[in-house]
């Protein structure tokens, strides 16, 4: 990907898209599979572990993996928008403590391009969709897998004009790393944000943040 001076890092799952790929897997499973989601809620296990147990649990062949992905709904226009931020200089950095199996391929379907750094995972004929730990990555940390306050850390300190977008409680700390016009939050994230009197840009579709950052035009 061209280097540009500017980096927009966002989260994936209902961010970029409607629905979290989890609570899809979810409604393909019995009630006792949310029992994870549930403990990290509280504390007990991390969000890597509970993730990575309800994926465990899917039985699907690649169509129904395909048609899990279709559920996620991508809204349109997602390529514009992506386009639009390449021309005024921005690069999309992905930052999800989900799985690069389904990221990379809803991107390559949307025709979107971008750096990912995600947690490694194959289907596994009869496991379930197997989620690693991204051991390798610079930014690897247990809780999450991606450590996304690492990853907007490194964009500051490399000097990049950076903007974050996140929905969920990973998205907390990295924001905050973030002056207030380069903060984008919905969900869960930006419920947090106004509880903390911590000013925000909110977003319905991912597609606001690609207009205001390219001063209206996407």
Known sequence: MERNNKILISDFDGTMTERDFFRIAL??????????????????????????????????????FEAMLEEMLVEEGLAEACNCLQREGWSLVIASAGCSLYIERILSRASVKAVVHANPGELVPGGGLVMKAPLQSPFFTAATGIDKVAVVRHHLEQGFDSAFAGDGRPDLAPALLLPPGRRFARGWLAEELERRREPFVRFERWRDIARCLCGGTA
């Open 27 to 64: 409604s393909r499973l019995p009630p006792a599979a949310a029992a994870p989601w549930e403990r990290y809620e509280q504390g007990q296990i991390s969000h890597f572990d509970a993730l990575a147990e309800i994926f465990s649990g899917l039985r699907v062949d690649q169509q129904e």
